[in-house]
């Protein structure tokens, strides 16, 4: 039997099983019996998902908490001692700890920059994007291919062609830039503290837009014809069908976006890893953590900042989902 | 009349040449990666915007290099170990989410969104420890363990959004034929949620194939790299020179398969990252 008849054979079967319905409590218990039987196999089904999940997830935080609280260094994690709370703040003579830490505010601001101007970049971007792409044009599908190539490109490459490109001496920005007059000396990008930031959301909006605009474009075909034929009958101008219609209508959408991106933007290390490496002006918390966990070693004080990290994200992950419990609620 | 003509016309071309700035702007860096890679080292210093000449030297200089190419293995194991992995694992989990009314369903499915928003420098030192423990550091094994805490959650989340839109009656036939969880999602459902695995596969194989934190802090070796691991610590003599071309080169080497696989498959990976966050 193929699949597509024994498909149709079991929806036969479903058709029996309903038309029979009026035979009363045996259907009842054995209705109950099977209900039992699967939700026992849906746990059953969950369970290694949820074994693996613990494995990868659940206790390296729960131990990445711990150290947080010890002297523990990458080469003796066993070695450890409790300290309490001196990775994060401390009063010997002095404050000390990442609170204390210059340089770890100045990457928690740097995350922040960076975050809130990338990703208000990307919005923008992104709807202007899928408003194109929601034209109908000859061609259509090919651009739509085309936008989602930077999407595609691992974060490292495009660091790296953005790198060649952003290249004081040889790299074609500086020349496009010199040739209109824009500027009249070739600029260090990556290594110019006041530009490096800006080179670093250059690369992460080129990569990043295509997956805004995917969304919101999602959200523009869905959207009902008839309200944009009436605003077509009433001479409105499509600026303000736009902002009236179009805008309200797609926001549920462009905030999921957001969202998702914003959490990706706060937790940014690979591009900035590779574009601008350590330097002070675009670390972030993410790179400020595992150079302290990894370079310098001192797994303890590492945790503690990766620690403090995981809580401004669980911070933002739980906003976004008491706003969207409703969502899943009523799916459930 | 004739002005409305002209204001058509201008919109018209206006629209165009948004469209021909946004293409540009899209395809231009990996296309300039590109003819930089084809360049002999003596031009790589003046720029130009197309192809002057074929110089395959850079790609040769690239895949004589037998760390490279233990890169592209490495990234090739890993990936295609993780995509089995987390679709096998998700769609049982998919099958119990997606069909199964049970209590604590909503807390399993905030858990597991809840971990596709971690950090990933949140478990580094934890995961370093589990990795070390289990005698996976400096291995592919170890990549392919800690990879799971991303790639499962979203598969998990997508599989479960496709799942709930097959239809109850397939279902109900299936029990009413005494047919046991596991056969229902093997024999019924698997068949037809192919569209949604190869989907989530290839979401998840790309995430795998891109990853580069643990790949940089769970490996040590150069035979052991995977390849965004081996492009960015790529290095010339000292820090001021650069090898560009080879690097260019090995750059659209590891890229041109996603960029294929994404054109290919465009329509696909937009329902799947829609139905991943839009719905969720």
């Known amino acids: ?332 | 009349m004739r002005l409305r003509i002209l204001k058509a016309v201008v919109l018209k071309i206006g629209f165009w040449m948004l469209v021909g700035v946004l293409m540009l702007y899209a395809i231009f860096p990996f296309y300039y990666a590109v003819i930089t890679s084809l360049k002999p080292s003596s031009q790589l210093f003046e720029v130009s915007y197309w192809v002057d000449s074929l110089d395959v030297s850079n790609y040769v200089a690239v895949l004589s290099q037998p760390a490279f190419l233990a890169a592209i293995r490495n990234s090739v194991i890993v990936a295609v170990s993780v995509v089995i992995i987390a679709l096998l694992l998700g769609l049982t989990a998919a099958w119990a989410l997606g069909r199964v009314r049970f209590r604590g369903r909503t807390t399993v499915m905030m858990l597991v969104l809840g971990v596709s928003m971690f950090p990933q420098v949140a478990v580094l030192s934890g995961l370093f420890e589990v990795i070390r423990t289990l005698d996976l550091y400096n291995s592919p094994g170890g990549l392919i363990l800690s990879y799971t805490i991303f790639t499962l959650p979203f598969t998990v989340w997508i599989l479960t959004t496709f799942m709930r839109q097959l239809p109850d009656e397939l279902e109900e036939a299936a029990i009413v034929d005494g047919a046991s969880p596991w056969v229902t999602l093997t024999k019924v459902f698997m068949p037809l949620l192919w569209p949604a695995m190869a989907t989530t596969g290839l979401l998840a194989f790309i995430a795998a194939w891109n990853e580069f934190l643990f790949a940089l802090t769970f490996t040590l070796t150069d035979s052991q790299r995977t390849v965004p691991v081996a492009i960015a610590l790529i290095s010339g003599g000292s820090q001021y020179e650069l090898p560009w071309g080879p690097i260019m080169a090995a750059s659209v080497i590891v890229t041109v398969p996603l960029v294929i696989l994404v054109v290919i498959f465009q329509r696909r990976i937009v329902s799947g990252l829609t139905a991943g966050a839009v719905k969720g």
């Open chain 1, 1 to 332: 039997m193929t699949v597509r008849e024994s498909q149709s054979a079991l929806s036969d079967n479903a058709r029996y099983a309903r038309d029979g319905r009026a035979s009363g409590s045996l259907r009842r218990e054995r209705g109950t019996r099977v209900r039992r039987q699967r939700v026992r196999a849906a746990w059953l089904f969950l369970t290694p998902m949820l074994i693996v999940l613990a494995a990868v997830a659940g206790w390296p935080l729960f131990r990445t908490f711990w150290f947080s609280l010890t002297d523990a260094s990458l080469s003796s994690l066993e070695g450890a001692h409790f300290i309490g709370l001196e990775n994060y703040l401390v009063f010997d003579n002095g404050w000390y700890g990442i609170l204390a830490d210059p340089l770890w505010w100045q990457s928690v601001w740097n995350t922040l920059y960076f975050t809130l101007v990338s990703v208000s970049l990307e919005a923008v971007l992104g709807v202007i994007v899928a408003l194109v792409l929601n034209a109908h044009f000859r061609g259509r599908t090919l651009v739509r291919a085309a936008m989602l190539i930077p999407w595609a490109i691992p974060t490292v490459v495009s660091a790296k062609i953005w790198a060649w490109m952003l290249n004081d001496q040889f790299g074609i920005i500086n020349h496009m830039l010199l040739g209109i007059g824009v500027i009249d000396a070739p600029l260090s990008w990556t290594a110019d503290a006041s530009l490096s930031m800006w080179a670093v959301i250059m690369v992460d909006v080129w990569k990043a837009t295509p997956f805004v605009a995917l969304l919101v474009l999602a959200a523009l075909q869905m959207l009902p014809s008839d309200c944009y034929e009436a605003a077509k009958v009433d001479g409105i101008h499509p600026v303000r069908v736009f902002f009236r219609v179009t805008l309200p209508l797609i926001t549920p959408a462009l905030l999921v976006a957001v969202i998702f991106r914003a959490l990706d933007a706060l937790r940014v290390f690979d591009v900035i890893y590779v574009l601008t490496s350590n330097a002070a002006s675009t670390m972030t918390m993410s790179i400020y953590a595992r150079q302290q966990l990894v370079e310098f070693q001192d797994v303890g004080y590492g945790s503690a900042a990766s620690t403090l990290l995981f809580m401004i994200i669980a911070l933002v992950t739980v906003v976004y989902l008491y706003l969207g419990r409703r969502q899943l609620g009523g799916e459930s």
